[in-house]
Nanobody, 120 residues
Framework: QVGLVESGGGLVQAGGSLRLSCVAS??????VGWFRQAPGKEREFVAS????????HYGDSRKGRLTISRDNAKNTVYLQMNNLKPEDTAVYYC???????????????WGQGTQVTVSS
């Protein structure tokens, strides 16, 4: 069992930046992903990073504004978000162990989420 705790969300003005953190209770020997869910919308894939950090993937609309990274010594995965837009407002979740074998679906462990609100 892996416990995941997200932090770093908050209220920011459009154009601002936030860095989200996802801390795991144990060493994560798997790909880790970030997802988000806005009110009234389905959860969507944001970014993922492989176990070693060598391979990353981003959702199409967010590539260029986001950077995912990980520090395995700290059991932590980060999501740096720049030039935030009001449409980025959502609850952001991290997830680990994609048992599906794909980087954007089928994760086994999920955190409780952190709220990101971007004002215009």
């Amino acid at each position: 069992q892996v416990g995941l705790v997200e932090s770093g969300g908050g209220l920011v003005q459009a154009g601002g930046s936030l860095r989200l953190s996802c801390v795991a209770s144990i060493r994560i020997e798997s790909t880790v992903g970030w997802f988000r869910q806005a009110p009234g919308k389905e959860r969507e894939f944001v970014a993922s990073i492989s176990r070693t950090g060598e391979t990353t993937h981003y959702g199409d609309s967010r590539k260029g504004r986001l950077t995912i990274s990980r520090d395995n010594a700290k059991n932590t995965v980060y999501l740096q978000m720049n030039n935030l837009k009001p449409e980025d407002t959502a609850v952001y979740y991290c997830a680990a162990d994609p048992v599906s074998g794909h980087y954007d679906v089928g994760y086994k462990y999920w955190g409780q989420g952190t709220q990101v609100t971007v004002s215009s």
